[in-house]
C-alpha cells in the first residue's frame, strides 16, 4: 500500500531554514506528481507546492514564491521541501501528497501524517 | 479568503441527508475536475471523491459527488456520527498555474 512519511519538521527562527522530505513506497514514485500542502493551526487546507513525475514543471504558491523549492529524488523515491526565509506565518503542518497523474490535475490521492514546522523566535 | 467557496459549517441528524456546495470559475471547477476531502479532528485529510464523483477504493457508497459549471457538491446520505469532519473541495486552477481548496465546511451530526 501507498505510504508517504514526512520528516524534518520542528522549530526555526524567523528568517531561517529548514528541508522537509517526504518518503514514499508502495507505488512507482517516478510515474507520479507530488505536492506539498500545508495547515495553520485551525486554519484550512492550503496548496504549497508541486512537482511533475519527472521534475521537469515545478508550481509554487504566490505566498512562498522565491523562499521554498520543491525538488525530489526518483533513485530514492523522495520529495523535498526546501523552505528559507522563514516567517511566523509559515508555521504549519506540512503534507506531502501524491498526485493520480504525472501532471497537476489538483488531486491529492494519498496524504502523508504530516510534520509540524514551527517558525518563532 | 479561498479560491474555492465553501459554507463554514452544515449540520443534519443521524440518517439524513447532507450536501456540502463548492463553487468556483471558469478556471478552476469549469475546466478542471473536483475532488473532495475529509479531515477528522486531529489526522491528515483523505480523499473522498476524485474526477468529480469517483470514490476511492473503501468510501463508501453513502458519499457522492457532482459538478455542474463552476459549481460542485458533495452529498452524504445516512449521516452517521463518525461523519463528523471538516470537509474540503480541491482541484487546479489553470490561470494561476496553482492547486486551489475551499475554506472547508465543518460538519456537525446533531
Known amino acids: 500500500q501507498v505510504q508517504l512519511v514526512e520528516s524534518g519538521g520542528g522549530v526555526a527562527q524567523p528568517g531561517g531554514s529548514l528541508r522537509l522530505s517526504c518518503a514514499a513506497s508502495?507505488?512507482?514514485?517516478?510515474?507520479?506528481?507530488m505536492y506539498w500542502v500545508r495547515q495553520s493551526p485551525g486554519k484550512g487546507l492550503e496548496w504549497v507546492a508541486f512537482i511533475q513525475n519527472d521534475g521537469s514543471k515545478k508550481y509554487n504558491a504566490d505566498s512562498v514564491k522565491g523562499r521554498f523549492t520543491i525538488s525530489r529524488d526518483n533513485s530514492k523515491n523522495t520529495v523535498y521541501l526546501q523552505m528559507n526565509s522563514l516567517r511566523t506565518e509559515d508555521t504549519a503542518v506540512y503534507y506531502c501528497?501524491?498526485?493520480?497523474?504525472?501532471?497537476?490535475?489538483?488531486?491529492?490521492?494519498?496524504w502523508g501524517q504530516g510534520t509540524l514546522v514551527t517558525v518563532s523566535s | 479568503q479561498s479560491v474555492l467557496t465553501q459554507p463554514p459549517s452544515v449540520s443534519a441528524a443521524p440518517g439524513q441527508k447532507v450536501t456540502i456546495s463548492c463553487s468556483g470559475s471558469?478556471?478552476?471547477?469549469?475546466?478542471?475536475?473536483v475532488s473532495w476531502y475529509q479531515q477528522l479532528p486531529g489526522t491528515a485529510p483523505k480523499l473522498l471523491i476524485y474526477e468529480n464523483n469517483k470514490r476511492p477504493s473503501g468510501i463508501p457508497d453513502r458519499f457522492s459527488g457532482s459538478k455542474s459549471g463552476t459549481s460542485a457538491t458533495l452529498g452524504i446520505t445516512g449521516l452517521q456520527t463518525g461523519d463528523e469532519a471538516d470537509y474540503y473541495c480541491g482541484t487546479w486552477d489553470s490561470s494561476l498555474s496553482a492547486g486551489v481548496f475551499g475554506g472547508g465546511t465543518k460538519l456537525t451530526v446533531l
Open positions: 471558469s478556471s478552476n471547477i469549469g475546466n478542471n475536475r
Open positions: 508502495g507505488f512507482i514514485f517516478s510515474n507520479y506528481g
Open positions: 501528497a501524491k498526485e493520480i497523474v504525472y501532471y497537476a490535475s489538483g488531486t491529492y490521492y494519498d
